[in-house]
Every structure is written in structure tokens, then in C-alpha cells.
Nanobody, 118 residues
Framework: QGHPVESGGGTGTTGGSLRLSCDASRSPFQNTEMGWYRQAPGKQREMVAR???????NYSDAVKGRFTISGDLVKKMVDLQMDALKPEDTAVYYCYTARLRPTIGSEWGQGTQVTVSS
């Protein structure tokens, strides 16, 4: 119930672009942050980018300068523009939301595959 729904992704080429979108508008909660994680085969899930309620935006070092996150926590939607793609960006990308009320918690989407060919 109310889990984020990702769209976009697919296959891109090195140096190309892809865009991901996340819709968490069905969530009954007001979130304090939204963002994206990714998990490559055989690796741990890692944070990619996030937007916090106070306006802060954070990126991992691996994507800084190449990816851009945008969104609206009130509308519960967030996008991830991925430019200058690299083969190492290949992973399943997960959208998440996090909240402090009524209880501390987070919700995750099912993930969308991004594959970058060289």
C-alpha cells in the first residue's frame, strides 16, 4: 500500500542519458526525504541521490556532476536525470521514501533496471 512506483530506465549507451521517475503519491504519509538507491549484481545497495525536506540534495561521489535529482516532497514525486552514463551505472535502481511520523519508516519501490552498454 502506497509504495513508490518507478518508471523509466532501460538500456542506454556510454555517454548517453536516461531518466527515471518515481511516483509515491499513493503513500498516506508525509515524507521527510525521497531519493534513489541502486544495486549492481554482486554488490551492496548504495545511495545515489536524495532530496531532504529542508531543501538539501545529496549525491554519491560516483554520480556527482552526472546525475540530477529533482522533485517535490509535497507531491511525492521525484525524478533522476542520468547523463554521461557509464557501464558501471548498470544496476537496479530503487526509489524510496522516508518519514518520521507517525512512526519512523521507509518504503521502497520494486526497482527498475538500468543497463549501460559500452
Amino acid at each position: 500500500q502506497g509504495h513508490p512506483v518507478e518508471s523509466g530506465g532501460g538500456t542506454g549507451t556510454t555517454g548517453g542519458s536516461l531518466r527515471l521517475s518515481c511516483d509515491a503519491s499513493r503513500s498516506p504519509f508525509q515524507n521527510t526525504e525521497m531519493g534513489w538507491y541502486r544495486q549492481a549484481p554482486g554488490k551492496q545497495r548504495e545511495m545515489v541521490a536524495r532530496i531532504v525536506f529542508d531543501g538539501r540534495i545529496n549525491y554519491s561521489d560516483a554520480v556527482k556532476g552526472r546525475f540530477t535529482i529533482s522533485g517535490d516532497l509535497v507531491k511525492k514525486m521525484v525524478d533522476l536525470q542520468m547523463d554521461a552514463l557509464k557501464p558501471e551505472d548498470t544496476a537496479v535502481y530503487y526509489c524510496y521514501t522516508a518519514r518520521l511520523r507517525p512512526t519512523i519508516g521507509s518504503e521502497w519501490g520494486q526497482g527498475t533496471q538500468v543497463t549501460v552498454s559500452s
